[in-house]
């Protein structure tokens, strides 16, 4: 299995643009974590699905994030508008629940600028 | 609120020693516990996975306990190598939400040739 893919692994943009982030799973996984990783606040979790359906959505900084799945195979994290302070690495991973064996299986990361 | 503390936030050790990273957490009811390795620039690396009914868990030279009762977990690593400087993180699994994980904030461990 090629594991997590997310893209793109590195976005440069200016303040205001749209931004998205793509992420595909691993094959056979049911969940999917969105995280954000910076020096000052660590990694945290911005949102989970479970089948495809958001789960817990409280790690979302504000209304400007917003993540779907259409799909199994298939999620995005958009920013809208983009500032300066959301400049940081996302990370995608993802993980087969409700078996006990719950190990997350994290992609390359996304390094996001935001001028 | 969970919280994860890790200690100490960077270790040097000469090559071959063995070695201990801490993990603290301030709610016992955990779902699991999960110990990470980030190399830099690069994602997250599952190293060690302790359900919270367990005490402990192996993985070559890597060893994982888990205390419930007083909060804390311990990477045991042997016979350290130059190859296992990263990033250690450990990862509290909240009881009844799934897989939403606590981290903390890492030990960087640098072990010197």
């Known amino acids: 299995d090629a594991g997590v893919i997310q893209s793109p692994r590195h976005e440069v943009t200016e303040m205001g643009q749209e931004v998205t982030l793509r992420c595909k799973p691993i094959s056979g996984h049911n969940s999917l974590f969105w995280y954000r990783q910076t020096m000052m606040r660590g990694l945290e979790l911005l949102i989970y699905?479970?089948?495809?359906?958001?789960?817990?959505d409280s790690g979302m900084p504000e209304d400007r994030f917003s993540a779907k799945m259409p799909n199994a195979s298939f999620s995005t994290l958009k920013i809208q508008p983009s500032e300066p302070r959301d400049s940081a690495v996302y990370f995608c991973?993802?993980?087969?629940?409700?078996?006990?064996?719950?190990?997350?299986?994290f992609g390359p990361g996304t390094r996001l600028t935001v001028l | 609120k969970q919280e994860v503390t890790q200690i100490p936030a960077a270790l040097s050790v000469p090559e071959g020693e063995n070695l201990v990273l801490n993990c603290s957490f301030t709610d016992s009811a955990i779902y699991n516990l999960q110990w990470f390795r980030q190399d830099p620039g690069k994602g997250l690396t599952s190293l060690l996975l302790?359900?919270?009914?367990?005490r402990e868990q192996t993985s070559g030279r890597l060893n994982a306990s888990l205390d419930k009762s007083s909060g804390r977990s311990t990477l045991y690593i042997a016979a350290s190598q130059p190859g296992d400087s990263a990033t250690y993180l450990c990862a509290v699994g909240l009881n009844n939400q799934g897989g939403k994980l606590i981290f903390g904030q890492g030990t960087e461990l640098s072990v010197k040739p």
């Open positions: 699905f479970n089948n495809n359906v958001p789960i817990d």
């Open positions: 302790i359900q919270s009914s367990q």
């Open positions: 991973a993802s993980s087969v629940l409700g078996t006990g064996r719950d190990t997350q299986y």
